[in-house]
């Protein structure tokens, strides 16, 4: 069974180094000219899905958006992930589920398990409960090569009172969940399985991300402020490791497809530029 760090290099590889959301809020929809209803839902993610899944090598929808309506919208979500998976692209869920014991459990075996009709590539993961207490996500993930992307500094301020905040040891709590995803990934090659998300508007971190080993998932870009260029003051040296995220600033193309196509193309383009080693 491939890993999901080696499915996700060669499809960074074959497609590029990009991510793109699909998150239908009210707005975006009325701006599509689509009602803000469950029609409205399945229309705009068959028209991403259309543009961009054969030839981007994540594409990532935001659970919530979909929930928001139900079961339906649920319904929308299920059909989305499968026609993503059959037109070749990796499939990230961005859910930020977190929790202990038996209820983690449920989570992983939801969108981690090959049985579930939510079974996704990867989803994104809160570790503020402990990094420990989502060991059953990273253990089913690596028994169905699956991967998880952990928050460590997300680009919303509010997180820094938090991930910022200096534990005993000195280290601060961004730090641990790095070091302890760092560890899951040892010794894997070319990708570990378990990434972090590190958000291209923070700056200079002041942080090691040296030995992560995993993806490192970057959103921020576009709309919400960060360029393609803060690639490189964010995450230094480990630049071939990173994976941009970009929602709006390719979704506000649509709904011409051509549109969407020549967008995904642009910020690629960009970052691939950023990302390429300096001699």
């Known amino acids: 069974m491939e890993t999901f760090g080696s499915r996700l290099h060669r499809a960074m590889t074959e497609r590029g180094p990009l991510c793109v959301g699909i998150d239908p809020h009210p707005e975006l929809l009325r701006r599509w000219g689509l009602p803000d209803t469950v029609e409205g839902l399945d229309r705009f993610a068959r028209t991403v899905v259309e543009a961009l899944g054969d030839r981007v090598a994540v594409i ?5 958006f979909f929930e928001r309506f139900g079961a339906s919208g649920v319904s929308v979500l299920e059909s989305t992930i499968r026609q993503l998976r059959d037109v070749g692209s990796l499939v990230l869920l961005d859910v930020k589920r977190g929790d202990i014991g038996s209820t983690v459990r449920a989570y992983a075996s939801a969108f981690l ?3 579930s009709s939510l079974y996704v590539d990867a989803i994104t993961a809160s570790p503020y409960l402990g990094v420990g207490s989502l060991a059953p996500m990273f253990d089913l993930a ?8 952990v928050l460590a500094l997300t680009s919303n301020p509010e997180g820094a009172a938090v991930q910022r905040a200096v534990s005993p040891d000195g280290r601060t709590v961004a730090q641990t969940v790095i070091d302890e995803i760092s560890q899951l990934n040892s010794g894997c090659e070319p990708l570990g399985n378990f990434g972090l998300v590190v958000g291209a508007t923070i700056g200079e971190t002041g942080h090691d991300l040296s030995s992560v080993g995993g993806p490192l998932l970057a959103p921020g870009l576009g709309a919400q402020g960060a360029t393609a260029a803060d690639l490189r003051t964010v995450f230094g040296s480990g630049l071939s490791a990173v994976l941009p995220s970009y929602s709006r600033e390719v979704l506000n193309a649509g709904p011409d497809t051509a549109a969407l196509r020549a967008a995904a193309d642009r910020v690629l383009a960009d ?3 950023a990302l390429r080693p300096v001699d």
């Open 271 to 273: 970052c691939r530029a």
């Open 142 to 149: 690596a028994e169905h090569g699956g991967g998880v992307f």
């Open 113 to 115: 398990h090959p049985s």
């Open 60 to 64: 990532k929808p935001q659970s919530a």
